[in-house]
Every structure is written in structure tokens, then in C-alpha cells.
């Protein structure tokens, strides 16, 4: 039975059920039953040919015919355990989940399941559940989400969207997405024949940001682009694996405080490519997290344009052949602000520029630097790379290079082309003549490897005073007493260097330390 009250003015309400006739129905308002000639139903509705008075009480019995032995799930109620819960009928609670098999997918990787899918996809409740049984579905056009639901597998690497020269699935500019443990798989992977497909493509725009996404426990395989994402938004992707592609992620546009973790990523240094790419431009992007993941044999492994605040933080990026991370302006927005922690990067081939890189050009006032601290970077045996870490462009300023190990490296471990910048504590090992290659009011101390300088301003502090070295006696900048300039071209019979007898600018300096000729 449905029970109201009238008001006096309506006439028409809604049942939980479609009682099909007039015939299944029995009416009572205030107790007293209403003939058949004073309402109609369409569909749910039950409409009164005179609204019922104000504050009567209206029941509404629905009747249904079945065979013998029988009922029907709309009848029957469903009550769950605990304190406080709700019943609902059979027929809802089974709905709150959808299974493609109920739409005719067959499964057998034979069968074109593709319209059986986009039914089911169709039919699922906004944040309903669609499961996929551990088969492997063969679709031959790419599937469309447009509202808030989840697409549930049986398990990580069970069964399969098997897509058939095409795309796996489109999520059209909608939040509250989550798709779990599933495989999406191109039947021809992309490192066997180039492709254009791209596994999850989410759709987005400055009006339209799609947010709070959940992709866990999926592994997408053989697309050119895994995973590309319009303006995300507050997302998460946790143990998504994906190979024999040429990107991983690919997030364009707007994208903010978005988490990378316990994930794997891997392509083929031959086709080029990025593992992970965040590209703010024409809007700058901010707040990633990049963690506990694995991307290898890409010629970028992450590649980071016109975003800012991003933590890269105990990852292995492996057998990379460009650059391990490369950070860019776009003339525009700066890019910045990066902290790279406790990573394993390895660069591999014969083309590498940088295990890390930023090019700013561009000022801002929220540029803070980048932090890389605690990171293993070198070349396998048999590669080569130019530089180990290298911040260079107008503005890659304020960076804060600390305890790093850096080997292998045929320019420079450190090359630091404009400063102010902090370079304390590095190990570096690689076979050249000058490790560390600085510029501007740097602090540099407790370092391994040789230090290059490109002007006065350039000391590492010891105690209390500053360490220099330079082929002239300093003439430009402010020193104390105590203060002491090596020269970089001794010689038999000369002085080691200069010492700062009285603190000035450039103060009063004095020949120490005579060479036997």
C-alpha cells in the first residue's frame, strides 16, 4: 500500500510501482472507499478527478495477478540488517547493480558486444554499479559514459574489453566516475601496428570539469595513449598498469590536485613519447602527486609543462631516453615549483640530455624553485647523457638541490645557469672536470666532485666565512674579513690565493700562501 495526505489542492501522485489498470487498484480516502470513475492512472501516477480534501488520509492498495506459487520482485521487501536501515523491494535493491550479461553481452571475445555494453551502460542508474563477469568483450566502437556510475570487473587481469580498431571509452564531461578492475586491451597492440586509440578519454572544459574519477586495479594495453584527461579534477589513480603504448597519462588543460600512486607505466623508446604528461597550457594545471610508481622506457618519463606544485616522490623512472622529468614554461604560465624526493632515475641510449631538466622563462611571484632531494640519477653502461640535473631559462631560480647521487653524466652532475640556488650534500661522481657548473648567489657546501663558478658571487660557506675561487683577486661583491678566494691557475713560485683582511665591498684582500718554484 502507498499512503498520502491531500492538501486540498493536488490531484496527481506518484506510487513506487505501475499498477498497469484501474482493475489492480484499490482507493481509501478517510477510510471510505473511492469508485474506479473518480481517478486514472498513467504509468505510476495516480490522478483524482477532484483533489482529496485537506489532510486526508489516501491509500492507495496495488493488486497484481500471478500464477500460483509465484510473486514478482516489485513485491517483495527487502529489509537489511542493522539499526536504522531502510526497506526497499527486491526489484531495487537488485537494480543498484546492472550486469552487461543482462543486456546480451555474450562474452566469448567472438561476438560484437558492443551494443549490448552501451545498453547496459545506458540503462545503469546515475551512481548505479555496472559489472562485468571475467569474459573478454569484444566491442568495435568506442563505448560512452555521460553520468556519474561505476564500471566494475571481476579482477585486474580477468577478462577484457577487447577493442577492435577503435577506442576503448569516453567519458563525456561528468563527475563521479570510477572504473575498477578491469582490463581494456587494443587487439592489435600499438608497438606491433601504430594507432591512434587511446584507452580512457575523458572529456572536459572550463565549464564542465569532470571531477572525482576513480581508476583502480586497471590494465590498459596497446593503446598509443593509455589515459588522456580533459580539465581532471580531484581524481585518483591507484595501481592502473598499462604497456605496449606510446603515453601512459596525458592530462591537458586546467587539471588540479590529482594522485598518481602504486602505478606502472611502460613504452618503447623507439615510438617516443611520455609516461606521464601534465600540460597546463593554455591554463596553468597545479597539485599532483606522482608516487610508488614505475615508468620506464619512455624518452620522457614525466613531462611537466605550465604546472606548478607537483611531488614526485619515490618513483623509479627507468631506462629513460631523453629526459627522467622535464619541467617547461609555455610563455606564458611558469613552470615550477616541483619537488622531486627519494627517486630511482636512470637514463639509457645514446640521445639523453637530462635526467632533469627545467627551462622557466617565465616570471611569477609563486615561483619558490623546484627541490630535488634524495634522488639516484644515472647512466646505464653503455649510454650517455649530458647532464645529471640542469635548471637553465631566465627563471629557474631558488632551487634547492640537496643529497643527491649522480653518476655517469658526460657535461655536468649539477649545472645550475642562473641561481640564486642551494647545492649542498651531493654526491657526484661523475668522470669530468667539473661536477657542479654554477651561476649567481649560490650557497654550495659538504659536496663531492668538483665545482665550477662563473663569477664572484659564487661561494660555498664553511663556518663562518665563504670560499671562492677565481684567476683574479675579487673586485665585485660583499665579503668579510677571514673570507678567502683560491686561485684557479696557481703556479710554481705564486701564492695560493687571496684572503679578506678588511670586510667590505669588495673589502681588502691580501696574498696568502706562497707555491715553492
Keep these: 500500500a502507498y499512503n498520502f495526505t491531500g492538501n486540498g489542492s493536488t490531484t496527481a501522485f506518484v506510487l513506487g510501482i505501475v499498477p498497469h489498470s484501474e482493475n489492480n487498484t484499490q482507493v481509501y480516502i478517510d477510510g471510505v472507499y473511492q469508485q ?19 489532510l486526508s488520509t489516501i491509500e492507495v492498495m496495488v493488486t497484481a495477478s500471478l500464477a500460483v506459487g509465484s510473486t514478482s520482485s516489485d513485491l517483495v521487501s527487502y529489509l537489511p540488517a542493522g539499526t536504522g536501515a531502510v526497506a526497499t523491494t527486491v526489484q531495487t535493491k537488485l537494480r543498484e547493480s546492472v550486469s552487461v550479461k543482462d543486456f546480451g553481452a555474450v562474452g566469448d571475445g567472438i561476438a560484437d558486444d558492443t551494443a549490448a555494453i552501451q545498453a547496459a551502460i545506458n540503462a545503469t542508474s546515475n551512481g548505479g554499479v555496472l559489472l ?39 567519458i563525456e564531461s561528468v563527475s563521479y566516475v570510477q572504473i575498477k578492475n578491469l582490463e581494456i586491451a587494443a587487439a592489435i597492440r600499438h608497438t606491433v601496428t601504430p594507432n591512434s586509440y587511446i584507452g580512457i578519454d575523458v572529456e572536459g572544459s572550463t565549464g564542465l570539469r569532470p571531477s572525482s574519477h576513480v581508476y583502480k586495479d586497471l590494465y590498459i594495453d596497446g593503446f598509443q595513449t593509455a589515459y588522456r584527461s580533459n580539465f581532471l579534477w580531484s581524481s585518483v589513480f591507484n595501481n592502473v598498469k598499462s604497456d605496449f603504448g606510446q603515453s601512459g597519462i596525458r592530462a591537458d588543460n586546467l587539471s588540479v590536485n590529482n594522485m598518481v600512486t602504486n602505478c606502472s607505466f611502460s613504452g618503447d623508446l623507439s615510438s617516443g613519447g611520455q609516461g606521464i604528461r601534465l600540460e597546463g597550457s593554455p591554463v596553468s594545471s597545479e597539485g599532483w602527486v606522482i608516487s610508488g610508481s614505475l615508468v620506464y622506457g619512455f624518452e620522457i618519463a614525466i613531462y611537466i609543462k605550465a604546472t606548478t606544485h607537483v611531488y614526485i616522490d619515490n618513483n623509479i623512472l627507468d631506462f629513460c631516453g631523453v629526459y627522467g622529468v622535464l619541467i617547461l614554461s609555455d610563455g606564458l604560465n611558469f613552470g615550477g615549483n616541483v619537488n622531486i624526493r627519494g627517486n630511482y632515475i ?85 668522470s669530468i672536470t667539473n661536477n657542479i657548473n654554477l651561476s649567481g648567489s649560490s650557497i654550495v657546501q659538504n659536496n663531492i666532485g668538483s665545482i ?66
Design 132 to 170: 562485468f563477469e571475467a569474459k573478454n568483450y569484444k566491442i568495435s566502437s568506442q563505448l560512452v559514459i555521460n553520468k556519474a556510475m561505476t564500471l566494475q570487473g571481476s579482477a585486474q587481469y580477468v577478462g577484457a574489453l577487447l577493442c577492435v580498431a577503435c577506442s576503448g571509452i569516453k
Design 452 to 517: 665550477a663558478f662563473k663569477e664572484f658571487s659564487q661561494y660555498q660557506t664553511l663556518g663562518q666565512n665563504k670560499v671562492t675561487w677565481s684567476y683574479n683577486i675579487p673586485t665585485t661583491g660583499t665579503w668579510s674579513n677571514g673570507d678567502i678566494c683560491y686561485k684557479s691557475n696557481s703556479a710554481a713560485g705564486g701564492n695560493i690565493g687571496w684572503a679578506c683582511t678588511t670586510a667590505g665591498t669588495p673589502g681588502t684582500w691580501k696574498t696568502f700562501g706562497t707555491i715553492s718554484a
Design 346 to 430: 636512470a637514463m639509457s641510449g645514446s640521445g639523453g640530455d637530462s635526467a632533469i631538466s627545467n627551462t622557466n622563462t617565465v616570471s611569477n611571484s609563486q615561483n619558490r624553485g623546484c627541490i630535488v632531494s634524495d634522488n639516484q640519477i644515472l647512466v646505464y653502461s653503455g649510454s650517455t647523457c649530458n647532464y645529471g640535473i640542469h635548471m637553465q631559462g631566465a627563471h629557474a631560480i631558488n632551487n634547492i638541490i640537496v643529497n643527491n647521487t649522480i653518476k655517469s653524466f658526460a657535461i655536468s652532475d649539477i649545472l645550475c645557469s642562473v641561481g640564486p640556488d642551494i647545492v649542498t650534500g651531493n654526491q657526484c661522481q661523475s
Design 36 to 54: 474506479k470513475d473518480g481517478y486514472s492512472l498513467s504509468g505510476s501516477t495516480i490522478t483524482f478527478s477532484v483533489a482529496p480534501p485537506n
